[in-house]
Nanobody, 112 residues
Framework: QVQLVESGGGLVQPGGSLRLSCAAS????????MTWVRQAPGKGLEWVSD????????AYADSVKGRFTISRDNAKNTLYLQMNKLKPEDTAVYYC?????RGQGTQVTVSS
């Protein structure tokens, strides 16, 4: 079955960086657009970024544009999110999604 497993979250100071990974299995990863979404405490899901199947086209929410970079390695069935210049408002559980499924999420906390 489809499995998406996120990793790389943690506690980081404002201005710091983190790199999230999402290991995919159970479907043909290279054929699917993949997405990162996040959910801040007490709020709904927020779309963060998309990347098309080849990795040649990306899109970002205005709130993260210029600070986050989405990428993928189709040979490794892995999706990434490089997050730089992190802000307290980036604190959330980050999920990867694709092929109609979503992972269990990884917590990102930005705090001094």
């Amino acid at each position: 079955q489809v499995q998406l497993v996120e990793s790389g979250g943690g506690l980081v100071q404002p201005g710091g960086s983190l790199r999230l990974s999402c290991a995919a299995s159970g479907f043909t990863f290279r054929r699917y657009t993949m997405t990162w979404v996040r959910q801040a405490p007490g709020k709904g899901l927020e779309w963060v970024s998309d990347i098309n199947s080849s990795g040649g086209t990306t899109a970002y929410a205005d709130s993260v544009k210029g600070r986050f970079t989405i990428s993928r390695d189709n040979a490794k069935n892995t999706l990434y999110l490089q997050m730089n210049k992190l802000k307290p408002e980036d604190t959330a559980v980050y999920y990867c999604s694709g092929s109609g499924s979503r992972g269990q999420g990884t917590q990102v906390t930005v705090s001094s």
